[in-house]
């Protein structure tokens, strides 16, 4: 049932505030601000490295949590997408656990991967939505990311459940190998709290401005997505959306790897989308910035209102959030980029629920 909205995909991205809300409490506790020591198989606190594997968004979401957990945890992550994983005879060993991360919990390229690392004496761990699927059942311990059914073949709200899933993980890795101090560990979890009502706040009040920008790049063939940090794996994900339900052809790039390559592709016919919080890589994503503008590319900046103050760089479109902590900076940024998306593909007139060729469980390699 969609509600009254007009696609699977509106709904469920609309659901997020309440459904994240729902996820964290399985995973914080709110009234003490500590993460919840789920007793599971994995410990993370003795261990030497992480594998994370996965397909498509299931897959950015797991390079987002190698940030956290390299940061947060001191924890060394070896990540890649499934279908090269599974045969790169990646030496491994039991000293490190491996999470697998996927909405259906059937994708063909993640069991493989899971098998493997199975094989090589590791403890793994399975990121799911679907608890009752394979990966979750060839698991040590399951991670439930509590998203509900997502029908929309567009993954939306189970990304944004991923991430706040691996958030919480990083964070009690990171209390559990001493790395995050107990003040370091309160605040985060208080803004994982805040984190659903700032979401509904920027899912009304974006809305209008992105449907109206939605209209302008339903008009273009080509766009590139820059992001730094954590901004990189939503840069890529923002690509890949518009890319399936639009079918306009976008790609997303580290901001520092344009010089080294896209530049070449600058000027007025690609729009290109900067995803940009006021963090510590602000400036540089800002000097990145400043190399299209001055080469005539069109730019369409998503930062924050401190963001949006410190650039006068002249822009398509600005869209300007809240200032957010930056542990949930990657969920509130996802919502502009889902909803451009989104807006886009239904300019374009597409089968948004079911885009041409692209199945919700890919059960074969
Ligand atoms: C993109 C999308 C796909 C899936 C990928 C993995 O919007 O939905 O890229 O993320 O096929 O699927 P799961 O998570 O079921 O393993």
Known sequence: DKGNHRHFMEKEIYEQPEIISHALSHYIDFAAHTVKANDTAIDFAKLSGLAISACGTAYLSGLVGKYWFERYARLPVEIDVASEFRYRELPLSPSQAAL????????????????????????????????????????????????????????????????????????????????LMADDEKAMVKHLAEMPRIMSRVLNEVQPQIEALSRELSRFKDVLYLGRGTSYPLALEGALKLKEISYIHAEGYAAGELKHGPIALIDENMPVIVIAPHDRFFEKTVSNMQEVAARGGRIIFITDEKGAAASKLPTMATIALPNVDEIIAPMIFSLPIQLLAYHTAVFMGTDVDQPRNLAKSVTVE
């Open 100 to 179: 697998f991360i996927s909405q259906s919990g059937e994708t063909a390229d993640t069991l493989a991967s899971l098998r493997y690392c199975k094989d090589n004496g590791l403890k793994i761990g399975a990121v799911v939505n679907v608890s009752e699927s394979t990966i979750a059942r060839e698991s040590d311990a399951i991670f439930p990311i509590l998203a509900g059914p997502e029908i929309g073949v567009a993954s939306t709200k189970a990304f944004t459940c991923q991430l706040a899933v691996l958030a919480a993980l990083a964070i009690g890795a990171g209390r559990a190998r001493g790395t």
